[in-house]
């Protein structure tokens, strides 16, 4: 049988690792036997969300998460409002910050540690200390005047220890389904990521309304312990059996050594980094824009509704890629949903009415996460488990940490005009659509 390696279409070969299997191209029986099975005499096909859920150890840790991710989205809600609340639109950006900017300078470092520690113990050390720092803000949030200082120092400390636990959990998940249906489980761990966008603004902005802040922050703590019964209960590799050479400094760059030299992963990074420096911080100041010119007051119900279409949309377009879009080749939607991303973030960021922004921020949530999923879908495909932390915390910096970056870049900016940071990011995104050309982004298979 023919030994198939990955190469790129210009000749250059990747060091993420290569990937054998054997097929022939005119056994029309085994090719049906890879894309479908039998079930209690139901098909279903490899690479669906429906296979993904056929294994047990990752439907219990995505049910976990999923239950946890809906508190958090309850809390960023609710955080964002706040903030409005007792500072302005800059301190929402440096709220925005301090969630998600410590994954610029920790991912690297967690990155190596997900590929080295026994991860179980070291994902639960996690999750305890995020259900304390949530339990801690919702007893502050109560005294008399509190200190935005302190508010931003305790969400700070949050968000070091979800920057501690992105890519160890990252690299896990992949592990659990063969990875034949691992396209389907990214596109559920993305669909619950976003609806639980939906969810959790749905259930938060209502109490935030009528009972204020502290609740709904120890309603996210209760909800870590929905992930900690998940990495309990679940059953994965605990330890990859990694061993990685380098020591100090080169030891926690060895993720960006390792992208660098493969030329796709290299170019998924870059296009994933400029979209969240340039065109997401539209997530953080979407509540701005909603009460400067669309007449929606970022403490109501119809501001978590607005937020909830977009998690819905996000929501849906994650999942198609594991349904309708499951025989798609992934790298060929990324032009044409960077295009739809960009025609309703332009249309958004004109818009003066809130009737139509409902529709509009479900169509971006959409193009938005059937992008982002199926670059995720080329980048997984293409690693291999002893180097998954360490690539995958590059992805989680680029898609959180950067996002918070922005937070803080555009801050200044958007307090002058929200509507421009939004143009602008459209016009970056339609830029990208150029330059995400399919045969780039994909590994041509050959014979050796």
Request: some cysteine.
């Amino acid at each position: 049988m023919p030994r198939l390696t990955f190469r790129r279409g210009d000749g250059h070969t990747g060091i993420v690792g290569t990937v054998t299997t054997a097929t022939r191209a005119d056994d029309a029986d085994a090719e049906a036997i890879a894309d479908a099975c039998e079930d209690g005499g139901v098909t279903w096909r490899r690479g669906t969300a429906r296979a993904a859920l056929r294994h047990r150890d990752f439907t219990i840790l995505w049910s976990g998460m999923f239950a946890s991710n809906i508190g958090t989205w309850m809390q960023t809600i609710v955080l964002t409002q706040y903030g409005l609340k007792i500072g302005d639109k800059a301190f929402v950006g440096y709220l925005g910050f301090a969630v998600l900017g410590p994954l610029l300078l920790l991912a690297p470092v967690s990155g190596v540690l997900a590929d080295v520690v026994d991860r179980r113990r070291f994902l639960l050390a996690m999750q305890t200390l995020q259900l304390l720092g949530a339990f801690g803000l919702a007893g502050y949030v109560t005294v008399d005047r509190p200190s935005k200082l302190v508010i931003w120092i305790i969400v700070l400390l949050i968000g070091v220890t979800n920057a501690l636990t992105g890519p160890a959990m990252s690299a896990i998940s992949p592990s659990l389904v063969p990875k034949e249906d691992l396209p389907g489980a990214i596109s559920l761990f993305s669909f619950q990521m976003n609806m639980s966008r939906v969810v959790g603004p749905l259930i938060g902005a209502p109490i935030y309304v009528r009972f204020g802040p502290a609740p709904v922050f120890v309603v996210n703590a209760v909800t870590y312990l929905f992930a900690m019964a998940g990495l309990i209960l679940a059953k994965y590799p605990r330890r990859t059996g990694a061993v990685i050479s380098e020591t100090g400094f080169a030891r926690l760059a060895s993720g960006f050594r390792i992208a660098w030299h493969d030329p796709l992963v290299r170019r998924v990074l870059l296009i994933l980094w400029s979209l969240s420096l340039l065109s997401l911080n539209f997530i953080q100041f979407m509540s701005g824009h909603a009460q400067d010119n669309l007449d929606i007051p970022a403490k109501s119900d119809a501001y978590g509704a607005l937020y909830a279409c977009f998690g819905l949309g996000a929501a849906a377009g994650a999942m198609s890629v594991g349904t309708v879009f499951a025989r798609f080749d992934k790298a060929a939607m990324i032009r044409p949903a960077f295009v739809g991303m960009a025609g309703a973030l332009l249309i958004f960021g004109l818009l003066q009415s809130s009737t139509p922004a409902y529709p509009i921020v479900l169509v971006l949530g959409f193009t938005y996460f059937v992008a982002i999923t199926a670059l995720s879908t080329v980048m997984q495909a293409n690693i291999t488990d002893q180097v998954r932390g360490r690539v995958m915390s590059l992805w989680i910096m680029g898609f959180g940490g950067a996002v918070g970056l922005a937070s803080l870049m555009w801050a200044p900016v958007a307090k002058r005009s929200v509507s421009f940071v939004l143009i602008f990011g459209a016009a970056w995104t339609l830029l990208l659509a150029v330059n995400s050309k399919p045969n780039l982004l994909r590994r041509e298979t050959i014979d050796d």
